[in-house]
């Protein structure tokens, strides 16, 4: 037992022993080994190899993956850890060639140590003589693409990572860029030398900028000088900062810079040269002196959008100025052009508070200025700008005014005024002229309370507006009249097509704080007429609205505490609304409306007016909706469930008025607003009606690079009765359906985005429709239901069949949209009609212009075919001229009464033609340009013929020939009998009245016997 515990002793106490240590010890030797190895690769070895041939090759290839329109070269690069980084003859090229930039060498000497204390330190960076060229003639296009939905927006930089302590010496020698602009002007920016001594906030940075400006055998010396010293705490900004900078730049000639100009997107051209030289200095976030001059000779400024060109030979600014607190006090502010001159002096307050210290009676301040602008100078300069009538040029007026501080009984007043006067023009080669001058006027005193504004008018013949108050609470009314503001206003200006009367009224009141401005007050409208260029007028005798609005400025949004209209067609209102003021706002756009009682036979002439309705139509009935509007960022949502319509009524001319009791709707539409356009993006609707329900209607639209997408799927069930009543006016004259149906519509088109004319070409959609009658013309179609379908932008109706008037109609038809002009054309010859009796109707829509028998005709019957050649029908063309027929028709067991040319016929042998069967052999006639052609169309009138030739007008013009059954030797052909000798007759008139022209018979008659007489008296006389 005792040599058993002593070799378990002997066991424990070999594992407690030193091996354990040592074995501990060696492990930390191997790892500090490794780390030692790793310090020892990183500081010769990963230099070397970044240095190498080798690791030149891997950057540069790093750096040519990650550009996509260029490539990249070096032919040096040396990296040490005391030495810095140096890169030798670096070049740049694009693929276009529109951009190369050249750098003789770069070096820079990071501060590496700096990095581990989050201090970014670039340490000294040299860059010598970078060359820059530029070519806007070879700047690749691109196509803008557009994306549909919520915009995308920057997110906010990261304000940690953007704390760090910057700090860098960095310095360019005998920089060059070279610019050529697309009309080939060279411009260089020469010899730029700048210095750039950055330090973190708290300490003083310096900059120094300096470069000649070269183009057109001229340089203009550019300076840009100053310090720079950001506060600790605020960071990089200019809160509580202090800067010192100068501007000084010397005759530079603004034509040499339109290339900067046509680069950064700018549509500006300019001539004349420009002199500037400012020095101004910031302290603490306050500016504590500023003095410049700047001096323009024959300066023009070309607005290339509008063509327009602000011109003056002069341009000279002179301003010193110096703030202290509140006050910027100015020693001097002239400025001086051809059209236009300012002078001022004294002080200005910079806020609402310091304008209440400014006013102190005991106050060391004042302020005096004028100003006096030639009207006539810059409207001629700018007609397109101030909407100048093209036929309109102003000879004469001014605008003059002045602001100027007085005192008296130990009360200060700032008074000011400016008049627009003396405005007169020749428009259409007559006279025009203001009647009276537009004067405004203010007068601002100190009152126990703060600052009161005694008076603000402003005054003219067709307008007046009051105001007083104090800077917190101002009250105003106006008045205008828009009969003599429209005539006033117009002899000038082009302000629309409609002519406006009326008086208009407006009272309330502003309280504005450096957070608010609130904003309540009515407006009436009295006998309120606006006529169109239809000569449509829509009226409102009475109406007024109330409201209290609030604007956040800081948010820049405007809330709707509540809104009330009555306007006589209606109510409206609006409460607790939010309505941002900028489309990128994130603050979400939140509006409701109530409309009530909104009286449709009343709103009606403004739909004629402004909504382009047929004046023709007539509504009545009462309808109410509640609407929610709604955005997230630039999408709105425009919803209603709850939208009704009480005792509708649409009257039609000649129609049976469509009335219904009830009828109830829905939508949810969505638009994308944007800064030129608006997009519709998704609709919703559904209608629940008696005779028409929409079960749902959803359109979509979605646009990505550059491709705009629309969809829709619609249901509804309807009946064709009511709906004719509704688009009947939409439809072809005389064309009715019936029955009841139930439709599914689906569509897609994906097209270029702002080409909407190519919608229609680029269509799929399948619908199928359907009717269980139609009426046209006289033509009773029976049921019918078509399957149509378009593909790829062609438009397919399948063959089908259907009864005609107790015959059949065969049809089927295509239209190419990607064809413009598009038509409806047949594939094939087709037999469009068989065996389809006519009638009376059909004669006087149809027949008549097929032939003149058909004219004022009663009593019509008879059976006809039609076959189609060619059938070409425009879809989209204001004239049927375009339409191309090619076809062969005929008619059997026809009968009529009364018909004018065929009685003139009859009648000149004295026959009758009633009880006669009369047949139309078939017949091919061409319709083209307008006009029915054929070269002889047989009527056979019992068992006699009448043969038609000539050309009949869709304008009801004719110019044709019948050939009579008769001769002038008594004879009288029959069917299938001699031809020979018949007399043709012209027919004048139109297809309304043709007349028989019996004035040619002698002269035909004479035509075809002459010949006879002679031959029988030479055999006479030789007898």
């Not at 010769?44 to 540069?60: C, N, R, T, W």
């Not at 700018?382 to 005014?401: C, E, R, V, Y």
Request: proline share 4%; aromatic share 6%; net charge negative.
């Amino acid at each position: 037992m005792e040599g058993k515990e002593s070799i378990e002793k002997k066991s424990r106490k070999g594992w407690q022993g030193s091996p354990r240590k040592k074995t501990l010890k060696r492990v930390i030797q191997v790892i500090s080994g490794i780390f030692l190895v790793f310090l020892i690769f990183i500081f010769f070895i990963v230099p070397a190899i970044m240095s190498s041939d080798k690791g030149l090759q891997i950057i540069l290839s790093k750096i040519n993956s990650s550009l996509t329109d260029g490539k990249a070269k070096i032919s040096d690069l040396s990296v040490g850890w005391f030495k810095g980084v140096n890169i030798a003859d670096f070049s740049y090229d694009d693929d276009a060639g529109w951009i190369s930039v050249k750098v003789k060498n770069i070096s820079t000497k990071p501060n590496y140590g700096s990095l581990l204390t989050g201090n970014f330190n670039l340490g000294q960076t040299q860059i010598d003589t970078p060359l820059v060229e530029i070519d806007l003639n070879k700047k690749p296009v691109t196509s803008a693409s557009t994306t549909s939905g919520i915009n995308e927006t920057k997110q906010p930089a990261n304000t940690q990572a953007a704390a760090f302590a910057l700090t860098t010496d960095f310095n360019l020698k005998d920089g060059n860029i070279k610019l050529t602009g697309a009309d080939s002007k060279i411009v260089e920016l020469a010899q730029i030398n700048t210095d750039i001594n950055i330090r973190p906030p708290g300490e003083q940075s310096n900059f120094n900028l300096g470069m000649n400006v070269a183009a057109n055998d001229k340089q203009s010396p550019l300076e840009v000088k100053g310090q720079f010293k950001p506060d600790k705490k605020s960071g990089w900004s200019m809160k509580n900062a202090d800067l010192d900078i100068g501007v000084n730049i010397e005759n530079l000639d603004l034509e040499s810079i339109e290339p900067f100009l046509e680069m950064a997107g700018l549509e500006i051209k300019s001539k004349g040269s420009i002199t500037v030289d400012i020095q101004s200095k910031v302290v603490d976030g306050q500016l504590e002196n500023a003095t410049g001059t700047i001096k323009g000779s024959q300066l023009e400024i070309e607005n290339v959008q509008t063509k327009e060109t602000i011109k003056t030979s002069v341009f000279d600014v002179d301003v010193k100025l110096s703030q202290k607190e509140q006050m910027i006090n100015i020693e001097k502010m002239n400025m001086q052009t051809d059209w236009a001159k300012i002078q001022a002096n004294g002080a200005i307050p910079t806020t609402i508070k310091s304008l209440d210290s400014f006013l102190k009676s005991d106050a060391n301040y004042d302020l005096n200025g004028t100003f006096d602008c030639d009207v006539a100078a810059i409207v001629s300069q700018m007609p397109i700008t101030t909407g100048l009538k093209d036929n309109a040029q102003i000879t004469s007026g001014n605008i003059t005014g002045e602001i100027k501080t007085i005192g008296s009984t130990g009360k200060k007043q700032i008074q000011a005024q400016a008049t627009l006067a003396n405005l007169k023009g020749i428009v259409d080669g007559k006279q025009a002229a203001l009647s009276e001058p537009i004067l405004a006027q203010a007068k601002v005193s100190p009152d126990k309370d703060g600052v009161n504004i005694d008076n603000l008018n402003v005054s003219s013949s067709f307008v007046t507006i009051n105001a007083n108050g104090n800077l917190e609470n101002i009250k105003f009314d106006g008045q205008a009249d828009l009969d003599k503001l429209q005539s006033e206003l117009s002899q000038f200006v082009d302000i629309g097509p409609y002519k406006l009367t009326g008086q208009f009224n407006e009272s309330g009141q502003v309280s504005l704080s450096e957070q608010n401005v609130k904003l309540s007050g009515s407006s009436t409208i009295k006998g309120l007429n606006i006529t169109g260029p239809n000569n449509v007028t829509a009226s409102i005798p009475t109406g007024d609205v109330t409201y209290t609005l609030n604007l956040d400025k800081q948010k820049n949004i405007l809330n709707i505490n509540s809104l009330n209209s009555d306007m006589g067609f209606g109510k409206f209102n609006i409460k607790d609304a939010i309505v941002p003021l900028k489309l990128d706002s994130s603050e979400t756009f939140d509006v409701v409306v109530n409309a009530q009682q909104m009286n449709l036979a009343k709103l009606q002439p403004f739909a004629v007016l402004f909504g382009g309705m047929p004046e023709t139509i007539k509504l009545d009935g009462i309808a109410e909706s509640l609407v929610a509007i709604s955005s997230q960022k630039q999408i709105f949502t425009i919803k209603s469930d709850s939208t009704s319509l009480k005792n509708l009524k649409v009257s039609f001319p000649d129609n049976k008025p469509l009335e219904r009791s009830e009828a109830t709707a829905k939508f949810d539409i969505k638009l994308e607003i944007g800064q030129e356009q608006i997009e519709v993006q998704e609709v919703f609707f559904r209608l629940n009606s008696p005779d028409l329900n929409v079960s749902q209607a959803n359109i979509n639209q979605t646009q990505k690079n550059g491709v705009t997408k629309l969809n829709g799927d619609i249901e509804l069930q309807y009946d064709w009765a009511a709906l004719n009543q509704i688009i009947g006016p939409f439809m072809p004259e005389g064309l009715e359906l019936k029955g009841k149906e139930s439709n599914n519509i689906n569509f897609v088109s994906e097209y270029p985005t702002g080409q909407n004319d190519k919608l229609l070409a680029n269509m799929n959609a399948k619908a199928d429709l359907g009717f269980q009658q139609a009426g046209y013309m006289g033509l009773d179609i029976g049921p019918t239901n078509i399957d149509i379908e378009v593909t790829s932008g062609v438009l397919e109706i399948p063959p089908f069949s259907t009864t005609l008037n107790e015959g059949k109609l065969n049809f089927g038809a295509k239209a190419d949209f990607k064809k413009q002009p598009t038509f409806f054309i047949i594939d094939q010859p087709t037999q469009v009609m068989e065996n389809v009796r006519i009638n009376d109707k059909t004669t006087k829509t149809l027949l008549k212009y097929l032939n003149p028998i058909f004219a004022n005709a009663s009593n019509v019957s008879g059976i006809a075919n039609l076959h189609c050649d060619t059938l070409s029908i425009p879809l989209n063309s204001e004239s049927n001229d375009d339409a191309e027929i090619i076809a062969t028709v005929s008619v059997t067991q026809l009968r009529l009464q009364a018909s004018d040319i065929l009685s003139q016929i009859i009648n000149v042998s004295g026959g009758n033609i009633t009880g006669t069967t009369l047949t139309i052999h078939p017949t091919k006639f061409i319709l083209k340009d307008g006009f029915l052609r054929y070269d002889n169309m047989q009527i056979d009138v019992g068992n006699n013929p009448l043969n038609f030739s000539g050309v009949i007008g869709l304008d009801k013009s004719l110019n044709m020939t019948v050939t009579l059954p008769y001769t002038f030797e008594g004879r009288t052909a029959r069917v299938g009998g001699q031809d020979s000798g018949r007399i043709p007759l012209p027919i004048k008139g139109t297809v309304d009245k043709p007349e028989l022209d019996t004035s040619k018979l002698l002269e035909e008659g004479l035509k075809q016997e002459l010949p006879n007489l002679l031959r029988r008296g030479l055999e006479e006389l030789f007898n």
